[in-house]
Nanobody, 127 residues
């Protein structure tokens, strides 16, 4: 069983930066693919970024490439999402997710592949 707790979300102005954190407990974090998803009001949850457990290969949705960076600290069992130049349309609840079954080189963009989810952290970007 894996427990995930996100933090770092808050109200910011357009163009601002935030660092979101997700602390994990339980499971084998060092061999678990991790990802960030987000869900805006009235919309489906969508993939934002993911990081594999082998060689820390990273994946990004095209909408955030060059502005967001996902990273992990296995010693702290924490995954981070650095967000830069935030846009109002990126207002959403940001969720951390874990996929213990993923091979070391791969991160799925499908939320159905993730077994564990955090409670989410609210990011609000004002214009």
């Amino acid at each position: 069983q894996v427990q995930l707790v996100e933090s770092g979300g808050r109200l910011v102005q357009a163009g601002a930066s935030l660092r979101l954190s997700c602390g994990a407990s339980g499971g084998t974090f060092i061999r678990t693919a991790m990802a960030w998803f987000r869900q805006a009001p009235g919309k489906e949850r969508e993939f934002v970024a993911g990081i594999a457990w082998g060689e820390d290969t990273t994946y990004y949705d095209d909408s955030v490439k060059g502005r967001f960076t996902i990273s992990r600290d296995n010693a702290k069992k924490t995954v981070y999402l650095e967000t830069n130049n935030l846009k109002p349309e990126e207002t959403a609840v940001y969720y951390c997710a874990a996929d213990p079954g993923a091979p070391g080189y791969f991160v799925s963009r499908r939320l159905e592949e993730y077994d564990y989810w955090g409670q989410g952290t609210q990011v609000t970007v004002s214009s």
